[in-house]
């Protein structure tokens, strides 16, 4: 009889409101179990960091639409809020929650596994933000390993590997948190909003992402995808989203966001748009990117 069961095989495949709210006892048993197969496991899951200095170009609405939308197509997700905002929290429908954050870890208190909760979603988990945020750009900056304080808080969870993909949604600007980010993931995800100064920001975080592999924070980063999103056909918007495609070619995603007033509302009812508007234009194009992302990252198959 196997001592371990896989990663994948010890999380349910359908869990239910009740048992889903069992899971960080669950997870943190898991984290600490150090699976035959991490190896395996640990070439799959993905780091994504969800990032543009930009602020309101569709960042959160990403993050917490594509990670809906994966973890219903069977992907396990966790949706690391970086933003003291919390805006992607409480898109969630989850209330401000004290000490829940990554700036415990970041500071050297505790670990990232204790920080995971359960949504009401099977296969989707969350590490909330908080205000104590704020405080990770003032305390952490002071460090010399500023740079890879998350990287380092990450480094079990890449080595169990509980999750196909962690997604971290990012705070609007340069800061600690995002450079943090940058130096944690696999690959950066930008979102675009469909304007020309979209493009000026573009050059900026490409720039940013060179210094973070050039001074050896993480040399492996690429830029793994550009979405464009809040879409109005109009000419502006379609000679933007020709720009971007001259010089991120294949990167810039095939589905487009379009704008959507669902869209802008769905968080103020702690819902995903999945679940707002099931059959709407936003949650089709949700639903679309997720299997356009899963298309360039296939899951392991369940028997692996
Ligand atoms: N496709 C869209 N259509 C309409 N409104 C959108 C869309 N995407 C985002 N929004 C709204 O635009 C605002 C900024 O989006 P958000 O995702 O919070 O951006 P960021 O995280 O980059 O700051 C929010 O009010 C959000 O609800
Ligand atoms: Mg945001």
Same mark, same amino acid.
């Given at each position: 009889m196997p001592h371990f069961r896989t990663a994948r095989q010890a999380f349910p495949?359908?869990? $239910? &409101? $009740?048992r889903a709210l069992l899971t960080p006892i669950r997870l943190r048993a898991i984290i600490l179990v150090k699976h035959p197969d991490a190896a395996t496991f640990r070439a799959r899951m993905k780091i994504i960091a969800v990032a543009n200095q930009k602020g309101g170009v569709g960042k959160t609405t990403t993050s917490v639409n594509l990670a809906a939308c994966l973890a219903h197509l069977g992907a396990r997700i966790l949706l690391i809020d970086l933003d003291p905002q919390a805006n992607a929290t409480s898109a969630?429908?989850? %209330? %401000? #929650? !004290?000490?829940? $954050?990554?700036?415990?870890?970041?500071?050297?208190?505790?670990?990232? =596994?204790e920080k995971v909760i359960p949504? &009401?979603?099977?296969? #989707?988990?969350?590490? %909330?933000?908080?205000? !104590? #945020?704020?405080? =990770? +750009?003032? +305390?952490v900056a002071r460090a010399d390993d500023h740079l890879t304080r998350l990287r380092a808080a990450m480094q079990p969870l890449r080595d169990d590997a509980p999750f196909d993909f962690i997604l971290l949604d990012c705070p609007p600007s340069l800061g600690i948190l995002m450079t943090n980010a940058l130096a944690a993931a696999d690959e950066l995800l930008i979102p675009l909003q469909c304007e020309y100064f979209a493009l000026e920001g573009l050059g900026k975080i490409s720039q940013v992402v060179d210094q973070i592999r050039d001074c050896g924070a993480n040399p492996q980063l690429i830029i793994g995808g550009v979405l464009m999103t809040m879409f109005m056909r109009n000419n502006l918007a379609t000679s933007v989203i020709g720009e971007v495609q001259t010089h991120f070619g294949e990167v810039i995603f095939k589905t487009v966001i379009p704008? $959507?007033?669902? #869209?802008? +509302?769905?968080p103020s009812h702690g819902q995903p748009i999945l679940e707002y508007e099931p059959t709407g234009l936003g949650t089709a194009a949700y639903k679309a990117l997720a299997t356009e992302f899963l298309q360039r990252h296939p899951l392991p198959s369940p028997a692996a």
């Open positions: 495949q359908k869990t $239910s &409101r $009740s969630l429908g989850f %209330p %401000p #929650l !004290e000490g829940q $954050s990554v700036y415990g870890p970041l500071i050297g208190h505790g670990t990232l =596994a949504t &009401r979603w099977p296969h #989707l988990w969350l590490i %909330p933000g908080d205000l !104590e #945020l704020v405080g =990770a +750009e003032i +305390e704008r $959507s007033v669902r #869209l802008a +509302e769905a």
